[in-house]
């Protein structure tokens, strides 16, 4: 079982980006404390990747297939990539991270790639924060006037924000662990070393060791410098990220919920117009999803090259 714990770095290492992703605004916007947020996320990543993370898996199993050694450094190169983004406080794609080291691993080994499960992955990279976008910015732009019109006033209005932002940040955490357990284990269910049950089980608790430990650098990035939100358009942010990974989740589709809440925030922030949102923050962020799978596959075939006589 040594062979898996570069996927417990790696889940770790998601679960310390991704939390921002489900509790981040809740917490900005004073919905909920921060241990009451890590908690409940951690809880329900746990159940939504055991129960419900097997679909992707499937996916990435066909986009490359690997053995021990490959799935060790494809494992090795995603959880470092993404640990360093994180300590950069940058919300990073952890799908890009995987995708980017399978491809790299296999092509120093010499395993087909299949191009057509590769572009429609990339597509998804694409289709996920638009989604997020237009489904944020339509929900904000009609449906808080209907609020209004029914009589509903700001108290009113933010104690229900408040809620929502409590069990939107559950549904959250839950469509986190069924999407993106499959970054962390999926490639050793293709290798045949883990069972697609003890691969979720073991993927969502070192997610959930992530978001205990070392989840804050980034739920303040997304939470305070992308843009200003209130409970409201926090909660229809949450709304929209869930949505979207639940979506691409019954796709067999594993996507960033990083790009997903980015796109999300920024749909609300432009509700009241391009200036109330951070640019220069978000073309950071974006040039960090441009960078991310290209570093892990040449991290990937680097490991594979030095570490190539460990596994014969």
Known sequence: M????????????LGANDAANVCGLAVTVGAMRFRTAVFLTSVFVILGAY???????????????HGLGGAFCVALAAG???TVMTWRGL???TSQAAVGA???????TGKTVDWGVFGRIVISWVASPLGA??????LSRLFTPFLFRVGLGLEALDRLARFGLILMGIWGAYALGANNVANVTGVFVGAGILSPAMAGLIGGGSIALGVLTYSRPVMETVGQKLVQVGTWPALLALAS????LQLFTFLGVPVS????????VVGVGLVKGVSAVNLRQVLAIVLGWVLTPTISGLVGALAWLVLRPLFG
């Open 91 to 93: 919300p990073v794609s």
């Open 51 to 65: 129960l419900s993370g097997q679909a992707g898996m499937g996916t990435y199993s066909a986009l490359a297939g």
């Open 102 to 108: 399978i491809v790299g691993v296999a092509l120093v």
């Open 80 to 82: 470092l990539t993404v």
């Open 2 to 13: 040594w062979a898996i714990i570069p996927a417990l770095f790696m889940g770790w290492s």
């Open 257 to 264: 919920s990083s790009q997903a809440v980015v796109g999300a």
């Open 241 to 244: 990220q869930a949505a979207v």
């Open 133 to 138: 976008l237009i489904f944020a910015f339509l």
